[in-house]
């Protein structure tokens, strides 16, 4: 299957047959989550797989009753890490500097420029909605990387995230917040594609709202 088969044949699916999904799939599922792209390869997000029966019903708990955690095999996480900027970053860059990504003078540039970036980011109140933008990137990874692997996936909303803290062992942790919930395993229901709006309607060029030749007239 193809990128663009994954993204047109996706759907949301709520309720899965109990078939556990196999370790190496899971495996593979989480390995890809973190080749995710992230802002400056901070790598401010994990993701928290929950196979348990007791983990899926704390989280169902927390997700007000939803059928997904209660039926889907793995229920994954998306932890956002505001605050990891300020940790210790030697093993990226020693990483990078093996991989001959980055050279010592990029690595010096690279790690002052982030530095500063994060620090306006503080100062803007924006850290939360960065790391969260990262973690979303990498939830979407997983979707289509399931999809591909012929499992089904519900993105979560509705949730509690106080109650998802604690149910992944995090509830005393303030720098950490919830970016998503997932569901993944084998569908249980056939779910039909409801269809998008025309392009026309959400899709600009050069400027938004602009339809027609209304932006080269500019």
Do not use: C
Not at 181 to 190: N, P
Request: proline share 5%.
């Amino acid at each position: 299957m193809s990128v663009a088969e994954a993204i047109r044949t996706r759907r949301t699916v709520r309720h899965y047959r109990p078939d556990p999904i196999p370790a190496a799939a899971v495996d593979v599922l989480l390995d890809l989550a973190i080749e995710a792209p992230t802002s400056w390869n901070l790598q401010d997000r994990s993701v928290v797989a929950v196979t348990s029966e007791e983990g899926r019903a704390d989280l169902a708990w927390a997700t007000g009753g939803q059928p997904q955690p209660q039926e889907a095999p793995l229920m994954l996480v998306f932890v956002a890490e505001p605050l990891s900027w300020r940790d210790d970053h030697s093993d990226v860059y020693d990483q990078a500097r093996r991989n001959r990504a980055w050279s010592e003078e990029f690595v010096a540039m690279f790690s002052a420029a982030s530095h500063a970036f994060q620090e306006d980011l503080e100062e803007r109140g924006l850290l939360r909605e960065y790391a969260v933008k990262d973690a979303m990137i990498a939830a979407t990874y997983v979707m289509l990387a399931a999809t591909e692997m012929g499992l089904a996936t519900s993105p979560m909303n509705g949730w509690d995230e106080t109650r998802v803290k604690k149910a992944i062992g995090i509830g005393d942790r303030d720098d950490l917040a919830i970016a998503l919930l997932m569901s993944v395993g084998y569908s249980a229901e056939e779910r039909r594609h409801p269809g998008r709006r025309a392009p026309e309607r959400n899709v600009f060029r050069e400027l938004y709202g602009a339809t027609g030749n209304a932006a080269s007239a500019v």
